[in-house]
């Protein structure tokens, strides 16, 4: 154990790197060795300090119980190592993730531990395209669920069916399934819904559907994207309906809502230390 | 109608500075007039350009929409006579707070409009004390509910009483009164909660109780404060149990979990411009 070591658990936000936080921002240029997953955006990794080691970890693929075990001695082998260890999470490090997980299984290692929330993609992407959780008279809460459960799971919809806005994260593989539960649970096929695709990245796709189109398998939508039902996405025309309006020029050109050829859809390397 | 002027819908986040946003952070220290909510923290206003013009908003006493049109009127006369116009809220500007209502009207008003989202107090403050809203195999949804509806209308807790975690804002002077429409809904009376008191301020307290003993008026709370109820309110015995252990020095230092002497709670004057 390396008494002068602290692992820091950071969210690294929806993906453009003027959203991290202060101290998100801090900590990536001081790092002496990053721990990322691989769904953190290109723009925010180029904050690390370029002498850094930087571990982008793989996709899940396998037995995810033995992959989290390895993140974990990796962090600690790089804690008895360096001094500032951050391990970095898309969005906020404890909506779904496993920021909690890695955090308590450090402590009781007896590790220093700072956390450091981020901007929630779950929030911030629909409410950047134009889509706010809650709005006054359509929308008084919101529910945050997974369309994935471990072991395969399935989450009971019928609990979360009456709240006024869903964001679904994960769910885009079984998006059909989801869509036709809600609509057994009580929730109107006409109900409109969004996915953001890509959000917060140039290859942002915002598709627009009704659950019924949705449940029917009518909708084409790449993962990862954040998912909302509800009323409030008929507010996107109010706030953002013709992305080059030029009362929203700014975030039309760093979100430009074309959609994604499938070129654009196949990550280049980065060019990683 | 001023061309040059653009108005920036900012989250301040909980509290701490450097929680702000990168783009938050520069646009406060670039701003001509900074237009705020009285609940930002004054370690944020400290970050304001030193020549801007400071409003802070009164809290919310009588007429709730002559104040919302009051506030919009506002920002319209100072973007009328300046470039950059910051509206900065307290949390997200999207979650509960009229955000978007200030957005779509200034969008229709023709104004330019940039939103920079903030990290939520809903999320960060429970986690930072160690209770996430979502953990493996405790809670794999989380619902966000305002305890205040407009007009004084109740909401309706049974629609959100089957969601794994709530967090319940805005919901401390009728707590008594919600946690025992949640039990009523088939939530345990023996389920624990915490409020989260003056979150990530220096006068942060942590409040645990149960259901029950909320519904009982057992349990002493001071506004502002986030509510949490759930399961994963045990968590925080594992992650950050003892403010004082060095395994979460810095949190502690920063949010020490005292309880807040009643001259504490008397928020001094801040010396604006």
Redo the contacts between chains.
């Keep these: 154990m390396n008494p002068a070591a ?1 692992i820091y658990l950071v ?1 690294a ?2 993906g ?8 998100a ?2 900590l990536l240029a001081q790092a002496d060795v990053v721990i990322s997953d691989r769904l953190v955006s290109r723009e925010v990794l180029t904050k690390i300090n370029p002498t850094a080691e930087v571990v982008l970890l793989e996709e899940d693929h396998g037995n995810r119980e033995r992959r989290q075990l390895r993140i974990l001695h990796l962090l600690e082998a790089y804690a008895r190592r360096y001094r500032c260890v951050v391990r970095l999470k898309g969005g ?5 993730g ?4 890695e ?2 299984w ?3 290692r ?11 993609s779950a ?2 992407l629909p ?2 395209a134009g889509i ?6 359509i929308s ?7 369309g994935c ?2 072991g395969g799971a399935e ?2 919809w ?3 069916a ?2 006024d806005t869903l964001i679904i994260l994960m769910g885009v593989s079984r998006r059909a399934q989801i869509a036709g539960a809600l609509i057994r649970a009580g929730r109107p096929a006409e109900q409109p819904c969004c996915f953001i695709e890509n959000g917060a990245t140039p290859r942002e796709r915002i598709i627009r559907a009704t659950l019924g189109e949705v449940a029917g398998g009518l909708c084409h939508v790449n993962s990862p994207a954040v998912w909302v039902v509800g009323d409030v996405v008929s ?1 996107k025309d ?2 953002r309906g013709i992305a080059t309006q ?6 039309a050109t760093d979100h430009a809502e074309h959609p994604a050829s499938p070129d654009s859809l196949s990550e280049p390397e980065l060019g990683l230390r």
Tied chains: 1, 2.
């Design positions: 602290r969210g936000g929806p453009r790197a003027d959203w991290l936080t202060v101290r921002a801090t906020d490090p404890f909506v779904f496993r920021g909690a997980e955090w308590a450090l402590v009781q007896g590790w220093a531990v700072e956390v450091v929330p981020g901007v929630s929030i911030a409410a950047s706010p959780p809650t709005f006054r008279g008084s809460a919101f529910a945050v669920v997974t459960l471990r989450p009971s019928e609990r979360y009456q709240v507010l109010q706030l030029p009362t929203t020029s700014i975030l």
